[in-house]
């Protein structure tokens, strides 16, 4: 017969959790946005300005809706826009930025640490000159901000809501961005 071996406790040490390191944000993208109100020449002029501040290819928005008193007819172009991502959008940020000064306004910053702004004429970027063929175009720049983890919230399989400890604050938004873009956030 076979003897049984006696039973003892494990020598193991207990295993300490990691202290849980706040998650950084980070830009998940930047959109500008140029919005004629008509489609034709000077939609095609504002194409031409983002292509050349940005280096990409303009997308045209459409309107949704119709509105007589506008003259908007339901699927009219009446605008296009950018999407930026990863180094070209810090880039553009920069330049953006400083258009501004290296100010922005407290109240440009919404709950969920997004932010946007708007900047007035596109001369004002740096090697940008004004032609009198396609005027003067002013853009808003909305910035969209993640952390780790907010992949769940658009994948296709398993799609869940963000959970708490990985949204984006405000105060977070305010920090990352006054930190690494050397920005002053004005009351």
């Known amino acids: 017969m076979s003897a049984k071996k006696p039973v003892t406790k494990s020598t193991k040490k207990p295993v300490k959790k990691k202290e849980e390191q706040?998650?950084?944000?980070s830009i998940a993208k930047i959109t500008v946005n140029i919005g004629v109100g008509e489609a034709g020449e000077k939609l095609s002029k504002a194409e031409q300005v983002l292509q050349s501040l940005t280096g990409q290819k303009p997308i045209q928005t459409i309107s949704k809706t119709t509105n007589k008193d506008w003259a908007l007819r339901k699927m009219m172009a009446i605008g296009c826009k950018v999407t930026l991502r990863k180094k070209t959008?810090?880039?553009?940020?920069?330049?953006?930025?400083?258009?501004?000064?290296?100010k922005i306004a407290d109240y440009a910053f919404d709950d969920q640490g997004n932010f946007s702004f708007g900047i007035p004429d596109?001369?004002?970027f740096e090697g940008q000159k004004y032609d009198p063929n396609i005027g003067i175009f002013g853009m808003d720049i909305c910035v969209t901000m993640k952390k780790m983890g907010y992949r769940i919230?658009?994948?296709?399989?398993?799609?869940?809501?963000i959970p708490h400890r990985h949204q984006v604050t405000k105060k977070e938004t305010?920090?990352?961005?006054?930190?690494?873009?050397?920005l002053e956030v004005v009351s």
């Open 89 to 102: 959008a810090d880039e553009f940020l920069i330049e953006a930025f400083k258009t501004r000064e290296n």
């Open 153 to 161: 919230k658009h994948r296709r399989v398993d799609r869940r809501k």
């Open 22 to 25: 706040p998650l950084k944000p």
């Open 174 to 182: 305010t920090e990352f961005i006054a930190e690494t873009f050397n």
């Open 122 to 124: 596109h001369t004002l």
